[in-house]
């Protein structure tokens, strides 16, 4: 349940400070001294402001990796993991004053408890297990092995939905395999990532290893993977940015692993418990204001339980309530006014579209809402495969209900976006199950679940246009080295 907590109390914790970030250990200010204003996308109040880094910042903080680098790569695995389980450890002892850092941020309510320590546990321990193979070789006197080796100093730009999960992801999986970091996190969405890199700081991860410069994504992101410095990038956003600083790795010949977002289907089959499926349907377009790159925005449905779907999940969304969040709402506003004015835009794209407007479309009213950037949950029907709604990523909780007369078109529908990042099939038949498994484009999967939840350690990332390469799970540490084959030839036999 969520927290009541009073919005107007500062959150004085010494895990932030004003206007620093964090460069080859020392917090600093920017350097041409430049800041940027964090809002509060509940009320549009400052929250913070924090330094806004250029090339010269990257620069230094690229030089800062490079410094740190030996001693990080050659200190054993088994350390490297221990400094990661301290990490996670006062994570955990810091668990809510993050969750409100990241609630103020992004503007929304207490998740749960947080996947941060968890993750970085599960990434802990697979940095002591970073290995190659043996190799079968043409000659006894000769030993074929490969190694794996980190890159070097990497680079990672993250987006502003999960801010402490994304940071999370690039910053533990690289380092566990030897590599030092220069992170960038959203100008929207920066605080959580800066209070985390303190614990990594404070949990004695030596200076340098975990550099965090903040700014803007045409200033300080776009200068990441356009430095010389920097061997291998790992980004998550959009496709639009994707492609610019794919584009950017390329000139620098640098490889990448991109995780851009997704249109996913929620595949509904006639024996599924419908009862079951409208509330996770509907929680996972609804949670975090629909701004999750996972999140099932449409739903595929078998025209016999069509109806009955439509009504179930309008009765779900209804139940949704929004507001800041600090009260004891399950919906925030969207991050900013651009979002929010995009996800209207898809709004008005549906109605003038032809689809059937079942619930939502507007803009909730009243004092509490203040000067948010709110919109309510938004339910379409009868929509087409086609239609704008149904093919763009919305990144708000807008829902498009297409209805399907077999398990080819379901495929067909499902399959026929660009996208392939997340897909769900309802229902309790084991043999469609497989099938779907196996048809539906996708990275991740989930029967009977909404967000392909519920796995621990499962790597993630899209298929087509979603991306490659994986972040979580055990691939996202061997994402972040390289393979170097080794044939080792003995002293040569007296005699020989
Ligand atoms: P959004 O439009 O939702 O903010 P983006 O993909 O633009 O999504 O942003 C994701 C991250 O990429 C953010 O940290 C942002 O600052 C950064 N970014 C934006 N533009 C660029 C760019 N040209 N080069 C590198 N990073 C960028």
Redesign the pocket.
Known sequence: MTAVIDPQAELDTPLLQDNVQLIGGEWVPAASGETIEVINPANRQLLARIPRGTADDVDAAVKAAEQALPAWRDLNATARASLLYRWATLVEENAEVLDQLESRDVGRPHWGPSPVPGMLRFIAGQADKVHGVSLPTYSPDVMGFTVREPFGVVGA????NAPGPMFTNEVAASIAAGNTIVI????DAPLAPLALAKLAMDAGIPAGVVNVVTG???EA??A?PSHPGIRRVGFT??PA??S??MEACARNLIPLHLELGGKSPQVVFPDANLSAAAPAIAAGITMNTGQICAAGSRVVVHRSVHQEMVERLAEAMQKVTVGPWHQQVNMGPLINGRQHERVMGYIEAGKSGGADLVLGGGVPSGEAFGDGFFVNPTLFDNVKPDMKIAQEEIFGPVLSVIPVDNEEEAVAVANGVDYGLVASVWTEDVGTAVRMSRALEAGQVGVNNALGAGVIGGPFGGYKSSGFGRTMGADAVQNWTQVKTISMRGATRPGN
Do not use: D
Not at 184 to 187: L, V
């Open positions: 730009i993250i987006p502003w960038k996190p959203a100008e803007y994504g045409s992101g776009a990441i956003g959009s940015t994707g610019i600083v």
